[in-house]
């Protein structure tokens, strides 16, 4: 009996394991280039230096250069879960890959973190990495209401998200997230293919939604 109950536990163990295999994968480590597709996480300035740009005196807030959305970062993604830091050229970006980061990034130090965070794990170089963040975000259009609204809005995560699908021709509302902060609009997050060609379906993503039912979206400076 006791026999028998120990193999059971044994079966339950191992069982549970390959359950919990992808979610488990989340945090740190992960094999470069191994991964089901990318987050293309834009971010909305105005909230970002509201509540901690304008505090640590990031030149992102300054008068005339806080815009509307600006890159937060490229992530790989498992379809459950997510590799960061992988370990991938353990050096530091080179100034020449820096240079493929400028006008995509708001600040180099940004781009620096979301290399060794993401970028690692995306199987490219730094500067390949770079240019792949850089094409994404071409591939969004950022709604003509959002571009540079100059007073504050109040919106529903639903409506900002069916303004991006508007814009976007191919984008649905299961590839794609609208998130919140403080009751203020945080992050708008694009699902897209491993290999950048088109957006996809994350329904974990999708899942992070802001559940307010409204929320501010204030104007940049």
């Given at each position: ?24 994968a ?21 909230t970002?230096?509201a ?106 995560p ?9 814009a ?16 203020r ?18 329904p974990?993503?999708?899942?992070q ?13």
């Amino acid at each position: 009996m006791k026999t028998r109950l120990a193999s059971l536990l044994a079966l339950a163990t191992v069982a549970g394991a390959f359950a919990a295999g992808p979610a488990a994968a989340q945090g740190r480590g992960g094999e470069p280039g191994s991964f089901d597709f990318y987050v293309l996480a834009l971010s909305w300035s105005p909230t970002y230096c509201a509540l901690t740009g304008e505090r640590r005196n990031d030149r992102q807030c300054e008068t005339g250069r806080n815009p509307g959305f600006v890159v937060h970062g490229l992530w790989p993604q498992y379809d459950r879960g997510f590799p960061s830091e992988c370990g991938a050229f353990p050096r530091s970006p080179s100034r020449p890959a820096m240079q493929e980061a400028e006008g995509v990034f708001p600040s180099e130090g940004l781009a620096r973190h979301e290399w060794r965070q993401h970028g690692t794990c995306s199987g490219l170089d730094p500067a390949a990495y770079f240019r792949a963040t850089g094409k994404a975000r071409a591939a969004v259009t950022i709604p003509a209401a959002l571009a540079s609204p100059k007073d504050d809005l109040r919106a529903a995560p639903i409506d900002i998200a069916r303004q991006f699908v508007a814009a976007n021709p191919g984008l649905r509302p299961d590839m794609m997230s609208v998130t919140c902060r403080a009751g203020r609009l945080e992050e708008v997050r694009i699902c897209f293919t491993k290999d950048l060609r088109g957006f996809t379906a994350c329904p974990e993503v999708a899942r992070q939604n802001c559940r307010a039912g409204e929320m501010i979206v204030g104007a940049g400076r």
